[in-house]
Nanobody
Framework: QVQLAESGGGLVQVGGSLRLACAASGRTFSSDPLGWFRQAPEKEREFVAGVSWVGSRTCGADSVKGRFTISRDNAKNTVHLQMNSLKPEDTAVYYC??????????????????WGQGTQVTVSS
């Protein structure tokens, strides 16, 4: 099983940027699809972006397209989420997740077996 740990969250003003990182340990995740999800208070967990084990990117909600970019570095066992032009509605706890090896990138959190503890992102207006 792979353990995931997010970092890079914090408080940022509207229009600012943050770069979230997720480091894996326990085993390599080079064969796993990886995803970033977010969950705001009293809302369901939402798919933000994903990257397949072959490197194909999938973007989630229309609201983040063109602003958020996911990237993976298999050599360092890390995945990043670059977030630009942040808005107050981006405020949430952000989670990284790893799916089952050699499967496609899913938008459903139920298809991910391994999760980090989450990192808080707060965008102030």
């Amino acid at each position: 099983q792979v353990q995931l740990a997010e970092s890079g969250g914090g408080l940022v003003q509207v229009g600012g940027s943050l770069r979230l990182a997720c480091a894996a340990s326990g085993r390599t995740f080079s064969s796993d699809p990886l995803g970033w999800f977010r969950q705001a208070p009293e809302k369901e967990r939402e798919f933000v972006a994903g990257v397949s084990w072959v490197g194909s990117r999938t973007c989630g909600a229309d609201s983040v397209k063109g602003r958020f970019t996911i990237s993976r570095d298999n050599a360092k066992n890390t995945v990043h989420l670059q977030m630009n032009s942040l808005k107050p509605e981006d405020t949430a706890v952000y989670y990284c997740a790893a799916g089952r090896p050699y499967t496609g990138t899913s938008l459903s959190p139920h298809d991910y077996d391994n999760w980090g503890q989450g990192t808080q992102v707060t965008v102030s207006s």
